[in-house]
């Protein structure tokens, strides 16, 4: 539902609900057989029940009106006190939430007292549904004069009347008078269940309005979270995680990307930091511009600042034409320098000057050409430490690191894992031209359950090994696992020192572990040979029927054709 549509709900609801009370108020008022025309009600009761329905038919702020109307229907009643009671389901208590009374202290002790629904006239009338007179309280068994005890107030004539919703009673309005006023009479219980029909639709209104209010709002977070979402998506899609360290990565992102200072990523290798700067660049005013990355470490000093800066013909060897850098290549787009904390203190000079002039002179040249770019560094390293150190400009530092962003290790959000799994084997699967069913829940189990030193790149070479191992149409299961996820691992398939040729031959030979002299064979040949006879027995056994013949060995379809292939046993 819209927040429009909640609206037009309550908008509606509150229209029917005032006509119904107008509606009520009118047939009492025009009914001569009702018992409140036929009592003596002067002018002053009879304004204040069309006062109560027009009140109520046109507010649904409680807390306001409802202290209006019972210290009206005080004055008017000539009584001592009036206060609303209404049911707590949960805790089956009777509380205060309105009172008014002559002595203001006696109406807050009154608000802070909850007493048991099953005590007092007030029980009497919430279970009957039915109005009480009570003359005198002190002969009455049903009085509980608790109240009057906590409160400091002296009753002795009460009336209680239900306050009845389309659900039954939710509470009961209470009038009181002490010692040195009268009694109360019929009259004025009439008057009293005449007001707490339009009391009653009132709170039920609001009640409703109050959790329509709190729907919208839920409703407004959700949609402002799934445009978040939507949005997020649309520029972050190619990056996985709903970890709260990743949602924090998300929200730095796109606040980097609306500025245009300089952002230094910090992340272990293999956590996906390029992955991050593209997103932050496809997400800038920049995104229509080019995105050129580069790895500091990958290169000599020589030919990095032949990539960033460029050269003239002649500058070097092998100079044969002028080159355009990057820096100028990336006209209006961004540069990524992976690795930055690699880079040599010489051409960290040179970057400075060209970060602070935002001019660059080609290698061999001295003219300086202007460059507009954005700069995105990323580095596994401790760039602070290495400042501190030496070992990196602190000047460059400063210039590189003004908006930092850490990218959290995958052992810090595990719960990504899952997600990162299904992404990458639907990734592996379409590019290896397969239908992958899924992963069994042992494999599944030890891919969450394992550290990944290596990150997310590490967690994606294990998932595109293991779809390769992976028959089209079959699930991935643990034997298809490296053996550090404690599946067998392609080496245990093919034995490259020849133990599997060798133990075919004391297979096909009908050996035993025992050479020609009763000497003992090498323990692989001989696990080998016992391997080969036990499973070409199993599907001879099995009419050579492989779903038939892996459930009796007790592995996957998947390992058992490998061992096939593998013994030469197809």
Known sequence: MTCIAVREVVDDHTARAGCLRRSCCNSCRRLPGSSLMASPLDAERSQLLYDLSCAFSTRLDLDE?????????REVMKADGVAVLLHDPERDELYFPYASGADPSIDQRLRELRLPADKGVASVVLSKGVAQLVEDVTTDPRWYGKIDEATGARTRSLLSAPLRTRNGPIGVIEVVNGPDRPAFTEDDLDLLDAMTGPVAIAIENARMYSELQARERTLKTQIDVMRRDIARHDRFGNIVGQAPSMQRVFHLMEKSAASPISVLIEGDTGTGKELVARGIHDASPRADEPFLAVNCAALSRELLESELFGHVR?????????????????????????????????????????????????????????????????????????????????DLYYRVAAFPIVVPPLC???????????????????????????????????????????NIRELQNEIERAVALTCDGETIDIDVLSEKLGGEGAADLTDSGGEVAAGAEHADQGASISGDRGQAVPLREARTAFEIDYVRRALERNDRNVTRTARALGISR?????????????
């Open 65 to 73: 009106l409802v202290p209006d109307v019972i210290s009206r229907c």
């Open 558 to 570: 998947v390992m058992l054709q490998k061992k096939m292939a593998a013994f030469d046993l197809r």
């Open 412 to 454: 810090e959000r595990r719960e990504d894992i899952p997600l990162l799994v299904e992404h990458f084997v639907a990734l592996a699967a379409k590019r290896h031209k397969r239908k992958i069913l899924g992963v069994e829940p042992a494999a599944f189990s030890a891919l969450c359950s394992f550290d990944w030193p290596g």
């Open 314 to 394: 002649g500058a070097f060897t092998g100079a044969d034409k002028d080159r355009v850098g990057l820096f100028e290549a990336a006209s209006r787009g961004t540069v990524f320098l992976d690795e930055i904390g690699e880079m040599q203190l010489q051409t960290q000079v040179k970057l400075l000057r060209v970060l602070q002039e935002q001019e660059v002179t080609r290698v061999g040249n001295n003219v300086p050409r202007k460059v507009d770019f954005r700069l995105i560094a990323a580095t596994n390293r401790d760039l602070s430490a290495a400042a501190a150190a030496g070992t990196f400009r602190q």
